[in-house]
């Protein structure tokens, strides 16, 4: 047998048309940035870039501050990748930080020693890059175990409603 859909009556449509939306929660009210593995590479090499400057104007070149700042931009790599692509979060925020450390790395005399100075930069504040990457690897171990639980939950629930 066919099914026969019945159009809706006009006052339903335009009852329906007037029912206000309800409003986003008050935590969600803001957008929340969803970069592809991509773009969060990008957007984390160009936030170091910015991080590297802001502490070469402001802090005379400071690796200290320099390290301190790539905690956050860690961390908001890490929470603005989608879900799909988390694991790219670990991997490309040590790439930013090595591409943002030349500016301050206080490298001379040309090629070689500019590439000296990024080296020994990177040796020498290795523990700023480790404790960034750790941050952005367990923000995102935290959020594929969040989106694994509610995956498993959601199953659990429309495997029930089914019997």
């Known amino acids: 047998m066919r099914s026969v859909r019945h159009p809706q009556v006009p006052a339903q449509v335009a009852r329906a048309a007037r029912r206000p ?14 970069l592809t593995g991509l773009g969060g590479g990008l957007f984390a090499c160009v936030a170091m870039l910015l991080v590297a400057g802001i502490s070469w104007l402001l802090f005379d070149s400071s690796l200290f501050a320099y390290g301190l700042l790539f905690l956050p931009v860690a961390a908001a790599t890490a929470l603005w990748v989608r879900p799909a692509d988390l694991i790219t979060a670990p991997v490309c925020v040590p790439i930013a930080f090595a591409a943002g450390v030349w500016p301050v790395s206080g490298g001379s005399g040309g090629f070689g020693g ?50």
């Open 21 to 34: 939306r309800p409003a986003a929660p008050a935590g969600r009210r803001t957008p929340r940035p969803r």
């Open 114 to 163: 500019e590439l000296m100075g990024v080296v020994s930069a990177l040796s020498l504040h290795a523990g700023w890059l480790y404790a960034g990457t750790l941050v952005a690897a367990l923000i995102a171990l935290v959020r594929r175990a969040a989106l694994s639980g509610r995956r498993r939950a959601a199953r659990r629930g429309s495997s029930s409603a089914a019997y």
